[in-house]
């Protein structure tokens, strides 16, 4: 283990790293569109302003912006094929013919899913599961052409990520097998979803990509290796994956081949938490095949990796690819819930050249950066050349915007309360994500299910 010297504020990390600017975003989709930009305007702690209350009580946003409401959960889908589900979580956006843009939205419904994605023929792994995706195409102007299911009878879809050959990977966060909440198969697994035509991938496990409670993955566009990561509800939390495909870079379908699915192991460090210095840096990163990636017998992150153990971490969430690493999230660690330290988000990089690990941003009370509401979840790059962060917690939700400098602001507030006058509650946001010119974000209201498009000066 090497860890830097250097002592620097959050903002001058930020800034400096690589967490963000040239050739470095927080989605894959966009980390081409924005390389060496600098272009993007200087905003400060005040962002593009202070958010004007929405007449219509959905979404608040700077003067000068507007949103579209592009689906709601318990509309009737355009396809026919039933009603809009609920729970509304992680989302991409792809780039189609004539200016089109192709959006597939997880959506996270458990065994009790207020309105489920309907099953299909050939589109539905398991009858009893209620989670899934839909597909949306939207022409240039963001009006809705299509809105169909993209994949159903999969369970609790929380977030995933696209592939460099332009298909989803949605993520189950469960370890439920057949037998349990009604389920006829286990579940826990990755499946890819073709934006275009679903019915091109199906409704197919990528077993060997591992079981257990998935969250995100992000692809070496250069090896095709995929990294995942496991937001594990209790402790011991959850692990920092890699899968090595039989066949990288494959292309749709590719992942069915199989592979070899590792763990992340930094020696010394049992628990990522306690590492709080910006800067820190570890060079021995090592990779342990897992033992059973299917966990028949026990979940992966209680199996027996060997002398020297695995490294755990709580909350662990988004996962990009920037550049040449990849940048995975922690959103909170409490030390009350089992953590060996607190800290109210985390951002790594790990950089697979040099096999270095790297906390390149802490948030937090006891920082520079601090989000004024509770810890990051999804993340990407906007055109500002900074972040669009999803604010993970309660009270009132936000879309929080941090610039270069470090500086934090609020991009939009969502309106739906689904708590009551006395005490309210309000819809978290996710699935952040730019159309592929920039000109659009895309987001949701987890619930009430709502899909946002929003634009305005983005680039003012």
């Keep these: 283990m090497t860890t830097s010297g250097r002592i620097a504020t959050r903002r001058q990390v930020l800034a400096g790293t690589g967490a963000v600017g040239a050739g470095i975003a927080f989605s894959g989709a966009l980390s081409e569109l924005f390389a060496g930009t600098a272009a993007a305007q200087p905003l400060g702690h005040e962002g593009y302003g202070p958010l004007v209350p929405d007449p219509k009580g959905l979404l608040d ?146 077993t060997a990509m591992g079981r257990f409670q998935h969250e995100a993955i992000a692809v070496d566009p250069r090896r095709g290796v995929v990294y995942e990561t496991e937001d594990a509800f209790e402790k011991p939390f959850g692990l920092f994956y890699r899968f090595l495909p039989e066949r990288p870079l494959g292309g749709r379908g590719s992942l069915r081949a199989g592979g070899r699915l590792q763990a992340m192991r930094v020696p010394g460090v049992p628990d990522l938490s306690t590492i709080q210095d910006i800067g820190a840096e570890f060079d021995r990163v090592e990779w342990v095949d897992v033992p059973d990636p299917l966990a028949a017998g026990t979940p992966i992150r209680f199996q027996d990796f060997g002398r020297g153990g695995i490294t755990h971490a709580q909350k662990l969430e988004g996962c990009y690819w920037g550049g040449r690493s990849v940048y995975f999230v922690s959103s909170f660690a409490h030390r009350s819930a089992g953590s060996a330290a607190d800290h109210y988000g985390q951002v790594w990089r790990y950089d697979p050249d040099r096999r270095r690990l790297t906390l390149v941003i802490v948030f937090g009370p006891d920082t520079d950066l601090q989000l004024p509401g509770e810890s990051p979840d999804n993340i990407c790059l906007a055109p500002s050349g900074g972040l669009m962060v999803c604010e993970d917690g309660e009270g009132a939700q936000h879309v929080f915007g941090v610039t270069r400098r470090g500086e934090v602001y609020a991009m939009a507030r969502g309106r739906q309360n689904i708590g009551t006058p006395e005490e309210p509650e309000w819809g978290e946001f996710a699935g952040v994500t730019f159309s592929p010119d920039g000109d659009t974000m895309y987001v949701n209201c987890y619930n009430p299910g709502t899909t946002f498009a929003v634009t305005g000066p983005w680039r003012r």
């Design 61 to 206: 946003l700077p003067k000068g912006f507007r949103y579209r409401v592009l689906s709601r959960q318990g509309d009737e889908l355009r396809s026919g094929e039933g009603k809009v589900p609920s729970n509304h979580d992680g989302m991409s956006a792809f780039g189609g013919r004539a200016g089109r843009v192709h959006l597939v939205r997880n959506h996270e419904n458990r065994a009790d899913g207020k309105i489920p994605v309907p099953t299909v023929e050939g589109l539905t792994y398991d009858p009893a599961g209620k989670g899934g995706c839909t597909a949306l195409t939207l022409d240039s102007g963001n009006r809705v052409l299509s809105e169909r299911v993209a994949i159903a009878g999969t369970a609790v879809n929380c977030a995933g990520g696209p592939t460099p050959w332009g298909t989803w990977l949605t993520c189950e966060e469960t370890e439920d097998k057949a037998g349990t909440n009604g389920y006829t198969k286990d579940h826990g697994f990755i499946f890819e979803v073709d934006p275009v035509d679903p019915h091109r991938t199906g409704a197919v496990p990528l």
